[in-house]
């Protein structure tokens, strides 16, 4: 029933305007008939039509009548259009100043962050910049210097020079005021004896010019000129890796690293499991491949988890090997000598007695540096892959998420504030952007809603 | 008496008597919708004068197809709307509550004509109908004002606020349950 006379009050608002049908009029008419309520409703909008037709009608000023008659096309209402106009050029002008400057402003921002992260590259841990070496003296130095952080070794062949060639170049070093590794000698012939490896070498002092001098005075100074970095394929290199990874499941990587060691024809020389107080998980495996499957191994190691920390190290034994190998052939020629007067047998007892005695420590040597040869041998052949792993801390890592979020932050405003350019870029493209947007919003509004009726037509 | 459809063709043809017919028959309603809708003279006499510039540089859009009234009601809305907007973005910081809650704007130059200086002038019923249709919502008010006073039919007024025929009824209906109880002391005196 409620219904039903809410129904008839709004048709009874539409019947009072003559804006109802003929089924609807009769439906009004005849329900007015039966209920007092409507009725009182009806006569309530009778009522309503006559208080509201008491409203004054208000009329034009004159003086503004005439000025709008006298300026139908006056200044007054070109002056609203223009305006409009200006407003959309200002508009329009803000927002293409807003877009510029936001290029301008990340332009500037990516420059000073790309900077800046250059300069934390560069004093970190991480500074791997090959050192260039430029002979350009012509003072010959020699040695090696040990496998730089990104593993390329750099090596130096031995040459020797005369005592008064030294002195030549001795004298070029000096004004070029450069310094650089070198070794002295007492004996010209024993020089590459004096040549040594992995830092028990004798270059690892550099020495002043003056010392240099006094060295060259004494005797005959041996200067190595640089040769170009190993190329790992003639030379005798001790490859080694070191990885550290991040992985989820440490079990499960130790079981692929096994499988990969023994894919590539290596063994599993090391492993050690260890998990701390805060129980975190961490191990250390040590692998041995042939080296030629050092590069394949290497990559697919890599694979098994998160790198975190990735190095080689080749050490170059080329001259210690040849070395040994040189010295091997000469204590080799004395004692085939000895060994052949030994045999012809014109010798008394006593001369054999004395050459069987100089003949043991030479046989000897010769065991010595063969043992040594071998023991290099295989260094050479079998390449050592040390990798650490650490399982991923969940909590750990969001922690430190957190943590580096709330640096890059403090970084991001402090270089801000610091770097007032931006700070007058993101301030004047906010401006302009806010501007724009209150300029331009009826216009946006309208376009949009545009687009979507002639879409929804 | 001449149609305004015919009217506004001749003044299409160039003809500046037509175009001062036409401004004499719509001045005053022009006014009296602004007025009613943004409550401030100066603003409706303002919206008189931009809708027949509008008129003027206009007037090859129109086709007599459409009926000349709801035509220029549709331009006088959109002014009037076009005020409000920009009045909002202007009094935004001079916005205030009146004693029942309800947020208004105060403009500088408050229009004194209607304001109760007197006994006399606090007995006419004509001030209290405007206070009641001030208080109405927006769209409301628009539909009331055009059917009560200035007679167009509910399709007309459709055309005009760009809605349908059966929400403009609804709309009608809405202001007229709100004015009728706003009202209703002044309509027992009416008896």
């Known amino acids: 029933m409620i219904f039903i006379h809410s129904k008839i009050k709004k048709l009874i608002s539409a019947y009072l305007d003559n804006e109802v049908n003929d089924r609807e009029k009769n439906l009004v008419e005849e329900h007015l008939k039966k209920c007092t309520f409507c009725r009182k409703y009806y006569e309530s909008l009778q009522k309503l039509s006559s208080t509201l037709d008491k409203y004054k009608e208000e009329d034009l000023s004159p003086d503004l009548e005439q000025r709008i008659k006298f300026n139908f096309l006056g200044e007054r209402y070109k002056g609203v259009a223009k305006m409009k106009n200006k407003r959309l050029i200002f508009g329009i002008s803000s927002g293409a100043l807003a877009i510029l400057l936001t290029f301008v402003f990340v332009g500037h921002m990516y420059d000073y962050l790309r900077h800046s992260a250059q300069g934390r590259l560069q004093g970190g841990v991480y500074s791997s910049a090959a050192r260039e070496y430029e002979p350009t003296t012509g003072v010959r130095t020699h040695g090696r210097l040990g496998a730089s952080a990104d593993g390329i070794g750099e090596q130096y062949s031995p040459a020797l020079v005369s005592g008064k060639q030294n002195k030549n170049d001795l004298e070029r070093f000096k004004s070029s005021g450069d310094t650089r590794w070198i070794t002295t000698t007492d004996n010209s012939s024993a020089a590459w004896q004096s040549v040594g490896y992995a830092g028990g070498g004798s270059f690892d002092k550099p020495l002043s010019v003056s010392a240099i001098e006094g060295a060259a005075q004494e005797g005959p100074i041996v200067i190595v000129e640089p040769y170009l970095p190993a190329t790992g394929k003639e030379d005798k290199l001790i490859r080694n890796a070191e990885a550290t990874l991040e992985v989820e499941n440490i079990q499960k990587v130790y079981d692929d690293i096994v499988k990969i060691g023994k894919g590539n024809n290596g063994y599993l020389a090391a492993a050690n499991f260890n998990e701390s107080t805060s129980g975190k998980v961490s191990a250390q495996i040590i692998l041995r491949v042939p080296k030629e499957k050092f590069e394949e191994t290497i990559t697919e190691v890599r694979k098994l988890g998160q790198v975190k920390k990735f190095s080689i190290n080749s050490i170059d034994i080329s001259q210690d090997y040849n070395a040994l190998v040189s010295e091997l052939n000469t204590i080799k020629t004395v004692y085939d000598k000895i060994a052949e007067k030994l045999k012809e047998k014109k010798t008394d007892i006593q001369q054999a007695v004395r050459l069987e005695s100089q003949l043991t420590p030479i046989a000897k040597r010769i065991e010595v540096i063969r043992n040594k040869i071998s023991q290099y041998d295989n260094l050479i052949a079998v390449s050592t892959i040390t990798i650490n792993l650490y399982e991923v801390s969940w909590k750990l890592m969001i922690k430190e998420s957190i943590k580096e979020t709330k640096q890059h932050f403090a970084a991001f405003v402090s270089g801000l504030l610091k770097n007032s350019i931006g700070l007058f870029l993101l301030l004047a493209m906010v401006c302009t952007a806010l501007i724009a947007l209150a300029v331009l919003k009826p216009k946006i509004v309208k376009v949009v809603k545009m687009i979507f009726t002639k879409k929804s037509s | ?191």
């Open chain 2, 1 to 191: 008496m001449r149609k305004d459809e015919e009217i506004m063709m001749e003044y299409r043809a160039g003809s500046m008597v037509a175009l001062e017919e036409i401004f004499q028959r719509y001045k005053k309603p022009i006014l009296n919708y602004a007025f009613k809708l943004l409550s401030s003279f100066a603003d409706a006499e303002d919206v008189v004068g931009e809708v027949f510039y509008i008129l003027t540089s206009r007037k090859d859009s129109y086709e007599p197809v459409a009926k000349f009234s709801t035509w220029i009601y549709t331009i006088a809305h959109n002014v009037a709307i076009d005020r409000i907007r920009r009045r909002r973005k202007i009094f935004f910081f001079w916005q205030k509550n009146d004693k029942d809650g309800n947020s208004y704007e105060e403009l500088d130059m408050p229009d004194t004509r209607f304001m109760p200086d007197s006994s006399a002038q606090e007995n006419d019923i004509s001030f209290y109908v405007k206070k009641a249709i001030d208080r109405l919502p927006f769209n409301l008010k628009e539909a009331i004002v055009l059917r009560q006073y200035h007679n167009l039919s509910y399709d007309e007024i459709a055309a005009v606020l760009n809605c349908s025929l059966s929400k403009v009824k609804i709309l009608i209906f809405r202001a007229k349950e709100a004015l009728r109880k706003e009202l209703l002391p002044y309509m027992e005196e009416l008896r």
